[in-house]
């Protein structure tokens, strides 16, 4: 019955063109179900298979998730398989026009695979590759300590060798028996080993440099780790202790502050403070309210006392141990002691463990800062692209161009080798592909200016740099062999490029609106445009919340504390100003004169003002929205057009609002008036009209062109097998592409 419905829709839909809806499947398909053809289109000499696998994947790619999808019906699915057929009709359009040869697209679609090439061979083959390795080490956190002696990356050899040495002498004394802590205190260059003993305290994967951290998680519980390199020097490493992820936390905190050298007095009176908050706490008054009220950190006390969400090492240690140490949601601290003072503490969540999946798009982001290990694992990549690809280096050829360098030489010199040097082979890839001297010669003019120096050591550096930027290149014009949601992606780029191009000489470019004719239709539809009964709103909007509290009570109670001048500050202002006008009248030099002008106009603009201002005064001082001349703006609104209209709507003439919070703004209303229902002019329903008269051309031009392509092909469905989509193993491979990944 479904089937005869679907067929009956479809010929009530397109009547004009041939349909089968098959059920038997094509004998062609062979064993794999993602390979089913669920339809077939056939014009003379072009036939097009649309396989299961290609049906699930635009599916999902049309903003579907996979869960979402495999709940649809049949219906939907052969509804959404009707719109595909079209897409795929346009795009032989478009290519049977000859667009696809169109020099400006050709260009485009270079342009985009140029653009995203290169990124997603850096995702794929190093980005991805570490974030499940990522995300693993973030499930264990490990407390560790370690001695430190510093080295730079650059050093000489004399400060290598002398930072090795110190850092194996430390290790000699750690295994002859000596207690780390003692050891580091003696030999760590870390200067917070003065306060710590080298003590790290807990961290996770991402917290710390990757060579530290590849180290540290190799190395088991109560050992020390040989020496490990990293940016800063020489590491040893002792693990403590191993425990599953502590989970990030959010909490509420009331602080009484307390410096650090506070006298006894003034501790003892802080301490009493907070302990009489515990109790009121303890006796059932509300947490917020009470951090609102009493609490010193007045950025939290004003939400409440809310911290946000928070892990591991991002609040100061006595914190930390406190915070983490609450079991229960709801639960209270005891009262903690840090640099700031005390606090009392609400555990008011704890975050459920994360799955890859969910964590993916972080990780993503910790990995992107890590940048000397992405240097690291690029650098690994392009030694083993060279191994696929068979690099092939000539030992000689740099020689040729590095024996004619120093100190003093500059990219010109370059011009004077010989062009037999020229031609030599630097280095080959797949046996084939050569690239010569001459090659690395362009490639370092347009690296490096003309007079700026090219030393051997620069030379060295930029022709590696080539050599690797080429195997990289050559790699990345591989992808679309190697990768088949790259070759999909470019292939759905080229099809939507194609599309655009069909669809704007076919309807949008025929679907303009001339003016006489939108007029034309605006007077015979003219009871249609309206506007119902507006009002007509100004407004001042400021980003503070206490200063726009304090303009509306000046607006509305007369009370004004904001920029008074009064006549005593007008007084005192004006005997500074004579004073220093009486000075500068001595002088008759020009910046003199020019002081002098500025002087008396603002003696002449001096006068008392402390009294509350008019709303147009106050916008002209405040307000961030206003019109070019500094004048409040004014609105139009009809009911349930903007919000904040709505909650004034129905106010007289000259009410104002209290502030009203949009965004990160704070908005005070006026009611300036209202107009009475009316039929819009034709300007003001030009818009409207030529919209409407464009989406009907637009309608009818789209469905004539669907009507011909489906009229000179021959369209086959096949419901049973599309009545396999996202069932089986065909749902993995479309797992893959839903949005997020």
Known sequence: MRIRTAIKRLQRLTPVFYITLLGATLSACGGSSSQLAVSTLEQQNWQHTITLDEFENKYLENDTDIESARKGSFDDHLSFLNRYIDFRLKVKDAIDRGYDKDPAIRGELRQYREQLAGPYLIEKEIIDKNLRDLYEKRQEEL?????????????????????????????????????????????????????????????????????????????????????????????????????????????????????????????????????????????????????????????????????????????????????????????????????????????????????????????????????????????RLITRLKKVYFYEENPAALGLIRSGLDSTTTIASLDKLDKKSLVTLYFKLDKSEIYTLDSLVQYLKQSIAKEEPLTPAMFDKLAIDYAD??????????????????????????????????????????????????????????????????????????????????????????????????????????????????????????????????????????????????????????????????????????????????DVFDQPKGSISEPIKLEDEYKIIRVDGREAARTKTFEEAKQEVSSQLQEEITKKLEKDWIDSLRAKTKISIFGDNLKQAFRGETKKNAAKLTKGN
């Not at 790290?200 to 190799?218: C, N, P, R």
């Not at 590491?235 to 006894?264: C, F, G």
């Not at 999946?357 to 990995?367: C, F, N, S, T, V």
């Not at 780029?493 to 949008?508: H, I, N, P, Q, R």
């Open 143 to 379: 407390s560790a300590s370690h001695i430190l002696t510093l080295v730079s990356p650059s050093a000489s050899p004399a400060d290598t060798l002398r930072a090795y040495k110190k850092i194996m002498a430390a290790l000699s004394r750690i295994r002859s028996g000596e207690p780390f802590d003692s050891v580091a205190v003696a030999y760590s260059e870390d200067p917070s080993v003065t306060r710590n003993n080298g003590q790290l305290g807990y961290f996770s994967g991402g917290m710390m440099v990757h060579q530290f951290e590849t180290a540290a998680y190799a190395t088991k519980t109560g050992q020390v780790s040989s020496p490990v390199r990293t940016r800063y020097g020489y590491h040893l490493i002792k693990v403590w202790a191993r425990r599953p992820r502590t989970q990030d936390i959010r909490a509420s905190h009331i602080m009484v502050s307390v410096s650090a050298n506070a006298e006894p007095f003034d501790t003892l009176k802080a301490y009493q403070k907070a302990a009489e908050i515990l109790g009121r706490l303890k006796r059932g008054e509300e947490f917020a309210q009470l951090s609102k009220d009493l609490s010193d950190d007045k950025a939290s006390g004003a939400k409440g006392g809310d911290l946000g969400y928070f892990g591991l090492n991002r609040m100061v240690k006595p914190f930390e141990d406190a915070a983490f140490a609450i079991k229960t949601i709801g639960d209270l601290s005891p009262i903690i002691r840090t640099s700031f003072g005390y606090h009392i503490i609400k555990l008011t969540d704890r975050k459920a463990p994360a799955s890859y999946e969910e964590e993916k798009e972080m990780l993503k982001r910790i990995l992107q800062r890590d940048t000397e290990k992405l240097t690291q694992e690029k650098d």
């Open 469 to 646: 930027q080429k195997v990289l290149d050559h790699e990345v014009n591989q992808l679309e062999n190697r990768y088949e949601d790259f070759a999909r992606l470019m292939k759905s780029y080229y099809d939507g490029v194609l599309l655009f191009k069909a669809s704007e000489e076919t309807v949008w470019k025929k679907a303009a609106v001339p003016e006489a004719e939108a007029r034309a239709f605006y007077e015979k539809n003219k009871g249609s445009y309206k506007f119902e009964e507006r009002v007509k709103l100004s407004e001042i909007t400021v980003t503070d919340k206490n200063l726009a509290d304090d303009l509306y009570a000046e607006l509305t109670q007369g009370k004004r504390t904001r920029d008074i001048l009064n006549a005593k500050m007008v007084a005192s202002r004006r005997r500074k100003l004579q004073i220093q006008l009486r000075s500068v009248m001595r002088k008759t030099d020009t910046t003199s004169t020019i002081k002098r002008v500025k002087l008396e106009k603002e003696l002449s603009e001096l006068t008392v003002d402390d009294q509350p201002r008019s709303f147009e005064a106050i916008v002209k001082r405040y307000s961030l929205s206003h019109d070019s001349t500094g004048n409040a703006k004014s609105f139009l609104y009809q009911k349930d057009e903007f919000a904040i209209a709505d």
